[in-house]
């Protein structure tokens, strides 16, 4: 979702129970925000300045103090809610799908009179329960930072690390996910938190989440984990190309064969992780897990109604799923500025693309029509590319400078086009310069501007993010609406032509296969064709495996299935036509 979208949806959405996650990757809007919310809801409010000692984790420290503070005053206020006058304790339980005990409960109530229906108020407050605030740290954002002097500091001040310290010593009530793989040093930092272990009870007070995009990876970074005594409670699956934000390709893996592989063999990874973590825990001689200790497998990437959505928990036996992007045209729920919501309201589907935009280096769903796309190819007209690099997250390029700088700095990308005038680099490389972009103030913006404020050095183009799938969705909606559209209450109307959320994935995977077979073409690169011979016999085992499986889909209509199958089929020989000769 990025860094600003979600920064306050636990102000918004946590008091109807529902769970966000907030990154936690930016200390500088997190104070913005701190800042703006403390003055509205009259808090106290002291700064922590970039000058003072370790102000990156302390500011993590207190914004999350100040989510948790709202939080809980904001379920008091619903604790003392009448069921007749007041609005917010009644949507809670509106919200609930149909078969959830409270939901039942809250319907009895209603037709309920006298002291039978204040007996059931009672009953029903004590169901009121906030919903999660999970934080987000993306492993690969881990930059070493510099004293005034200039001089390198430890590394428990990196970026990473010092947001682990915020969130450890925070008093949040909620895990950390972990995304974008491994990290040794972030990982290993944990044992320096006693939050991140179980205590006399057996509870871990900061449950560990990992997001992944395959069995393999979980069991990798499990184990990494496991083996020091951090147990993760939740592997959070999602697809790699049909989501928001970063897309992390598999080697043509799909989501179908992925969540059955951890279908199967659920019971043998968490029996793997829970021996080595109790073995861990005992040499540590720290309390150990519960003997029924599971860890959580969800899904998240490309949901996009509620058939799909009960197949998924059904047939694969999930303990739960994420919606993301859809919620982008939700207010009450996420802060997207109003010039960003009419772009996307305006977007066509070809506006939803895979760019390189990201100095990360890693492929990055991005919206054509949006603020900053005209922003950086505006520069680019000026002849003053790149962006002014103030944040500096993602400095991690050495090429020309001894301290790291951004590749979508301006600095990198001046020094690129004189490589390029003096004919030491090709066209097409500085080309894929100049799609680098500044993500650290593009993806912070919406959050200040939709707060009626303006961010700092005025730079207020908008990166967007979304996934694939929220070009099927048009119009704003109320938070009821897609949360009822979720728990199939009502069916918002999507775009006709929007493929079930496994067809859509394949469908994308295909773009990517002919993106890479003509790299490869151009290159003649030998490892990159073994690479795509991987890759190819890796869809064609996914689209035989869905074949399979296409019958099982819970679909409105039979034509439905018959879509599907069609292209599935389609899929196929189209593969075929691509890898002519190889056999499968």
Not at 160 to 189: D, Q, T
Not at 507 to 535: C, G, P, R
Request: hydrophobic share 35%; charged share 30%.
């Amino acid at each position: 979702m990025g860094l600003g979208f979600t920064v306050d949806s636990p102000i918004k959405v946590a008091k109807y129970g529902i769970s966000s996650v907030v990154s936690i990757m930016d200390d500088q809007l997190l104070e913005d925000i701190r800042r703006r919310y403390s003055r509205e809801l009259t808090i106290p409010y002291i700064a922590i300045h970039e000058d003072d000692d370790d102000s990156r984790a302390k500011r993590v420290e207190a914004y999350l103090n100040l989510l948790q503070y709202v939080v809980n005053r904001e379920m008091r206020h619903l604790q003392s809610q009448d069921f007749v006058l007041d609005k917010d304790i009644n949507q809670y339980f509106d919200l609930l799908p149909k078969d959830h005990p409270a939901a039942r409960l809250y319907l009895m109530m209603k037709n309920a009179a006298g002291f039978k229906r204040l007996d059931l108020q009672e009953e029903l407050r004590k169901h009121l329960v906030p919903g999660r605030t999970d934080v987000n740290i993306m492993t690969k954002v881990d930059k070493i930072n510099y004293s005034k002097s200039g001089e390198a500091l430890g590394r428990e001040y990196s970026d990473a690390l010092a947001a682990l310290r915020g969130f450890a010593k925070s008093k949040l009530e909620g895990g950390v996910v972990f995304s974008a793989g491994m990290n040794p040093s972030l990982y290993s930092y944990m044992e320096e938190f006693d939050v991140f272990f179980p205590d006399e009870n057996g509870v871990i007070k900061k449950p560990v989440i990992l997001k992944v995009s395959d069995y393999r990876s979980a069991l990798i970074q499990g184990k990494f984990l496991a083996k020091k005594g951090i147990w993760v409670s939740e592997f959070r699956i999602e697809s790699g190309l049909n989501c928001g934000g970063h897309a992390f390709a598999t080697d043509g893996l799909l989501a179908g064969p992925i969540l059955d592989a951890f279908k199967e063999d659920r019971k043998e990874l968490r029996d793997t992780l829970f021996q080595l973590c109790q073995e861990a825990l005992e040499k540590k001689g720290v309390s150990k897990l519960p003997e029924n200790s599971q860890p959580k497998i969800t899904y998240q990437g490309g949901i996009g109604n509620a058939e799909e959505n009960q197949f998924l928990m059904d047939y694969y036996q999930l303990d739960g799923t994420g919606w993301g992007s859809p919620f982008l045209l939700v207010p009450e729920a996420t802060s997207v500025d109003e010039d960003t919501l009419q772009r996307l309201l305006q977007a066509k589907k070809s506006d939803f693309y895979l760019s390189h935009a990201s100095p990360l280096g890693i492929p990055f769903n991005n919206l054509k029509n949006s603020s900053a796309e005209e922003q950086r190819i505006s520069r680019i007209e000026k002849g003053r590319p790149g962006s002014p690099c103030y944040k500096k997250f993602l400095s991690f390029n050495t090429e020309f400078t001894e301290k790291p700088i951004c590749t979508a700095s301006r600095q990198y990308q001046d020094l690129k086009i004189k490589k390029r005038a003096k004919g030491e680099i090709s066209e097409e490389e500085i080309n894929g310069v100049l799609e680098k972009d500044c993500l650290c103030e593009g993806l912070s913006a919406p959050a200040i501007l939709s707060g009626g404020e303006v961010p700092r050095r005025n730079l207020k183009a908008v990166t967007i993010c979304p996934g694939p799938n929220l070009a099927y969705f048009k119009g704003i909606f109320s938070l009821k609406d897609m949360v009822d559209h979720i728990y199939g209450k009502v069916s918002l109307k999507l775009d006709s032509e929007r493929p079930h959320v496994f067809v859509k994935e394949l469908q994308l995977y295909m773009q990517h296969l002919k993106t890479e077979i003509s790299k490869t073409v151009t290159e003649n690169n030998k490892k990159q064709e073994a690479y795509l011979d991987k890759f190819r016999k890796n869809l064609f085992e996914g689209i035989d495996y869905y074949q399979g499986l296409v019958s099982h889909f819970a679909m409105d209509a039979a034509s439905g299935i018959g879509k599907i199958k069609y292209q599935l089929d389609h899929l196929k020989m189209e593969l075929q036509e691509l890898t002519p000769g190889l056999t499968k």
